[in-house]
């Protein structure tokens, strides 16, 4: 059995790249900075892969609304 999913404040992610421009490496030491939780740069990657990708789909969802 494996590790269990790491869970991360999204918006730290997302502000340290989007905003700040840093590196994987310098957002992982960044984030355990800020919340002392210990985090890799291949996880902290992957969530904000993840978190992008769930962006970019919410924004692609057809909407509900019907044309009449």
Do not use: C, H
């Not at 993840?50 to 970019?56: D, F, G, L, N, Q």
């Amino acid at each position: 059995m494996g590790r269990p999913r790491l869970s991360v404040d999204f918006a730290i992610v997302l502000r340290m790249r989007d905003m700040d421009n840093l590196g994987w490496s310098r957002m992982a030491e960044a984030y355990r900075e800020i919340t002392g939780q210990y985090i890799s740069r291949d996880t902290i990657k992957r969530r904000y892969l993840e978190t992008k990708r769930r962006i970019k789909d919410s924004l692609e969802a057809p909407t509900n609304e019907s044309v009449s």
